[in-house]
């Protein structure tokens, strides 16, 4: 996965959310091209490049031979001049608000591999969660690759590596990724011999580093929509007029570093008619003149050129061709003639020089053709300044001259060369100064529209640091930058300064910031408007701010990037009375930061911080009209009761889950809100803030929501997870608790009143009795346990107790279902008392000789006397066997009044013992035979024997006669 040849396929996403205008796409390609991406086009663009598959990738690396392009391999691959790929093996520092590259630094492979894979592990640790489309298991499975790789690297490390590694392990924060605009193919480094098969829908691919030595005419037939493609650092000789046939939509060729011959005749470019960039630095081509297919790429703005001779009709194909930016390795350079490049059209030249003599004559004519001139590797003598005062015009307005080493002297005497002349714009880059001795004082002859120093370093141990500041912070100049350099402090002009944007960042500058006393702090910086200290040590916002307020024209500071922090322990915040712009984002700030914001703010950046909640203070601040909270921590939507005038709020990426809108209420000027990228939680707390949108962004004026409908979506539950939150949807009923309960108890007091009336009118009630009943006695029947003594007395399933005048029914419904139908055995008494006994015996007998004893009860029951003793005995007989023995059946009804006061027995049983109903339907007898046929049911004696010789026989006759 990581190393300079792989078999894998390299997929790698980056993100252009504001490229969409030529001019945009080529400046950035334009920096790119020049080794870093500044500040401004990162305002316009910001770039990020991530690699699924984070192995190693190469710069471009133009100015140099190829003979040095195996010590020139970077980490990060730029595989598209659209995007911009950080290089994490060198000390660059990357920003939200804009990323450095450079690619120009001598990194070996052995370096680069460590270094990539601790950063990436560190770097994913901190951010697990980059972008809600990558499947959750993607990041922890990467994290374990990369923290393996880097175990085993870490063991070959050297001291030199560790010092890198120190530098560049840097993360990339997840607000920079909003959405992936382009996918580049990416086989570079694969070791490559020919084009590989192309998916018909690659439209950027990158084949760098590679041997591939030839282009046929169908490499290419199968990419109708290939748009960038990067073929630099291969062994391409021929390429074939028809390669390039099918790709109509071509922008963005790279063929440098190769081993091409003759640049008048390169005919595949007569099908490449919409270029815009195209780049055949570092090749073989003995001349510069180029052919007639030049002339067709009227589109072209950047164009790269180096051949070992320069004549002055060598550009005369592209004559009517004015470019952007023409680039000029002249490291093979032998022979120049002079006024050459005054016949090519430009806005912007950058010269990669040789270090031969004809680096002034090139130098000299740059100089006098083109407005923008860039010089690259100057020497330390610096002598292509020379020209600027032996020249009598000049027509450069803005000079950049990069990766020099040279002394102080020189240095300095150079700059008063330039300041004497009518150049407007000066930089230096990657500059070098090992001698500090000497130095020319400075010559106050104009002042400059802006003079930049990025990545300066001194190789000298000690040395007047004072000196040093002194002369540039006195520079005459309106926009001073010193970026990237290791300052500590600085000092105060001496007079009165012309500056007006002051630019320390990226530094190492304390909240000290000027040597000076505070009471006398800088007064000579009337006229800064703008003043820039992102990236440096800053960390306490009280004392900062003491040191500013002299600046009293100062409208627009930039603090971002530190480790500011703002508490009561502090001094008092005392701003500049005109301060508008303040830009505190990337710090360590929480709410406690609002009670030091100047009163006169009007735009307020405290992205990725850590502010929960904006407090209600006293203090009022009614000319801020935005405010940006991105990557905060708010839990929902602040007031606007601080901020009355407040526009736009950015409240993207917090942790909202169900921000309630009521807030907003008090926010009657605010047009532009951001809550995308925040991890909603879709239930029914959120149905008033979801519909509010919906609404709003059905409206064509008001309130507006950024980045709505895709920005929006649910987190949680699990269910909705990643759904937009203009298809979510709750019902009403769901989440009303009133509708709810509502709904429900409607249609169960329905059910009920309905079951009500069929129970009544089906008599439901009865048939449940009777199952119970039913159900109460077969459980009896299952669990009773009668002894063995017991059962050897018992004759009969039952004795039956009835008023004779309920006989008929006994005689004709009662025994035949029993004994005919059920096979059950009841004593009755006209059948089997014994004759010659008392009847009280036979009563005693009988009960004594049944398992249950029956009571039909009717009006008449209660009214025998026979019954009443009956009952009676059958009670004792309870005692001594259990209260299942007695069965109550109530032929007709028995109302509780018409039972005598005698038999309270009776009245106590009935009132506390269920019984059955002799029902008059036919359909419900059927169930009541059923239970008394339950209830009765049970064992008798296996045999049993006749009370008296030959008793039970002349008791069967007699019942027989």
């Known amino acids: 996965m990581l190393g300079a040849h792989t078999d894998w396929t390299t997929r790698t996403f980056f993100f252009v959310p504001q490229l969409s205008q030529n001019e945009k796409l080529f400046s950035v390609l334009d920096q790119l091209k020049l080794g870093f991406l500044s500040h401004s086009s990162a305002d316009d663009a910001e770039v990020v490049c991530r690699s699924e598959k984070r192995k190693p990738m190469s710069g471009f690396q133009h100015q140099h031979s190829p003979n040095r392009a195996a010590e020139k391999t970077a980490i990060c691959r730029a595989t598209s001049y659209l995007s911009v790929c950080v290089t994490l093996s060198t000390s660059v520092l990357i920003h939200p608000s804009a990323i450095y590259l450079s690619v120009n630094l001598i990194v070996p492979p052995s370096i680069c591999a460590p270094a990539l894979a601790l950063s990436l592990s560190v770097c994913r640790s901190a951010h697990p969660s980059i972008h809600p489309s990558i499947h959750p298991l993607f990041y922890p499975i990467m994290h374990i690759v990369h923290l ?46 020919r084009v590989p098969g192309l998916d018909s829908s690659t439209t950027d691919l990158d084949l760098s580093l590679n041997q591939i030595s030839s282009l046929s005419s169908e490499d290419f037939c199968s990419t109708p929509e290939l748009h960038f493609l990067n073929l630099s650092w291969n062994l391409v000789e021929n390429i074939d007029r028809q390669t390039f046939r099918s790709t109509e939509d071509l922008e963005v060729l790279d063929l440098s570093h190769n081993r091409l011959q003759d640049l008048s005749n390169q005919p595949y470019l007569l099908s490449t008619g919409r270029l815009i960039f195209l780049d055949l630095s570092s090749n073989r081509f003995p001349v510069m003149t180029m052919g007639r297919e030049f002339s067709t790429l009227q589109r072209l703005e950047w164009l790269g050129l180096g051949a070992e001779s320069i004549a002055s009709q060598d550009f005369f194909s592209i004559r009517n061709i004015t470019l952007k930016t023409l680039f000029i390795c002249a490291s093979a350079l032998q022979t120049y003639e002079e006024e050459s490049l005054t016949g090519a059209h430009s806005e912007k030249i950058i010269l990669a020089l040789s270090g031969r003599s004809l680096d002034v004559v090139m130098a000299s004519d740059a100089l006098a053709a083109f407005e923008e001139v860039e010089l690259r590797k100057v020497n330390r003598a610096m002598d292509v300044i020379q020209p600027i005062q032996r020249r009598e015009y000049i027509r450069t307005l803005s000079l950049q001259i990069s990766k020099v080493e040279t002394s102080w002297k020189v240095l300095t005497s150079s700059i008063a060369l330039i300041l004497a002349s009518s150049i407007k714009k000066l930089s230096f880059a990657e500059l070098t100064l090992d001698n500090m001795s000497g130095g020319t004082p400075q010559l106050q002859t104009h002042v400059l529209e802006s003079f930049s120093i990025e990545r300066a370093f001194v190789t000298t141990f000690i040395f007047d640091q004072r000196m040093l500041y002194d002369f540039f912070i006195n520079m005459p100049a309106r926009k001073l930058r010193l970026s990237q350099t290791p300052i500590v402090f600085m000092t105060c002009p001496w007079e009165n300064s012309v500056i007006q ?8 500058l304390t909240e000290k910031l000027f040597s000076e006393h505070p009471d006398s702090e800088c007064g000579t910086l009337r006229n800064v408007k703008r003043l820039i200290l992102k990236g440096n040590n800053l960390k306490h916002l009280g004392p900062l701010t003491s040191r500013i307020q002299l600046m009293i024209s100062l409208e627009i500071v930039d603090l971002g990037q530190n480790s500011l922090t703002y508490s009561e322990e502090q001094e008092d915040c005392v701003w500049p009375p005109q301060l508008v712009e303040v830009d505190l984002s990337a710090n360590d700030f929480d709410e406690r930061v609002f009670k030091c914001l100047p009163d006169s703010i009007q735009i307020l950046n405290l992205q990725h911080n850590r502010v929960t909640a904006i407090p209600l203070t006293d203090s009022i601040f009614s000319k801020l009209r935005i405010i940006d909270l991105t990557g905060n921590r708010l839990l929902d939507l602040p007031s606007c009761q601080p901020f009355p005038n407040l526009q736009t709020l950015i409240l993207r990426s917090n942790s909202m889950h169900s921000p309630q809108p009521n807030a907003l209420q008090s926010c009657s000027h605010l047009t532009d809100l951001d809550l995308s990228r925040n991890a909603f939680v879709c239930t029914c707390s959120l149905r008033r803030f979801a519909s509010l949108i919906n609404e709003r962004s059905n409206e064509s004026q008001g309130l507006t929501f950024r980045n709505w409908p895709l920005g929006y979506k649910c987190s949680d539950p699990e269910s909705m997870s990643n759904t937009l939150l203009k298809d979510f949807h709750i019902p009403e009923i769901s989440c009303n608790t009133w509708i709810l309960a509502i709904t429900l108890l409607i249609p169960t007091v329905a059910l009920m009143a309905a079951l009500s009336i069929a129970c009544i009118r089906l008599d439901a009630a009865w048939y449940v009795k009777m199952m119970w009943q039913w159900t109460r006695a077969k459980h009896n029947a299952l669990t009773s346990q009668t002894r063995p003594e017991d059962l050897e007395k018992f004759r009969y399933h039952a004795f039956v107790s009835y008023s004779q005048k309920n006989s008929d029914w006994v005689k004709s419904e009662f025994l035949p279902k029993l004994e005919t139908e059920s096979g059950l055995r009841v004593c009755h008494h006209e059948r089997d008392f014994i004759p010659g006994r008392t009847i009280m015996q036979n009563i005693l007998r009988s009960i004594d000789q049944s398992r249950k004893s029956v009571f039909l009860l009717s009006p008449h029951f209660v009214q025998s006397e026979w019954c009443h003793y009956e009952l009676n005995f059958a009670e004792h007989q309870r005692l001594n066997r259990g209260s299942q023995s007695v069965l109550l059946v109530l032929l007709e009804p028995l109302p509780l009044y018409l039972i005598p006061s005698k038999q309270q027995r009776l009245r106590s049983m009935m009132k506390k013992r269920s019984y059955l109903e002799w029902p008059q339907e036919g359909a419900k007898q059927t169930l009541f035979w059923a239970n008394l046929r339950a209830a009765l049911q049970g064992p008798l004696a296996p045999c049993v024997e006749r009370e008296g010789q030959g008793g039970e026989e002349e008791r069967l006759l007699q019942n027989h006669s």
Do not use: G, K
């Not at 560049?168 to 490559?192: A, D, E, G, K, M």
């Open 148 to 193: 393996s790789i880097s175990i085993f690297y870490i063991s070959t490390m050297t001291p030199s590596m560790w010092f890198l590694n120190s530098l560049c392990i840097t993360c990339f924060h997840p607000s920079l990724l909003l959405s992936i605009q382009r996918i580049i193919v990416n086989y570079s480094s694969q070791n490559l011999s």
């Open 501 to 508: 944007e002051l630019d320390l960042s990226d530094c190492v």
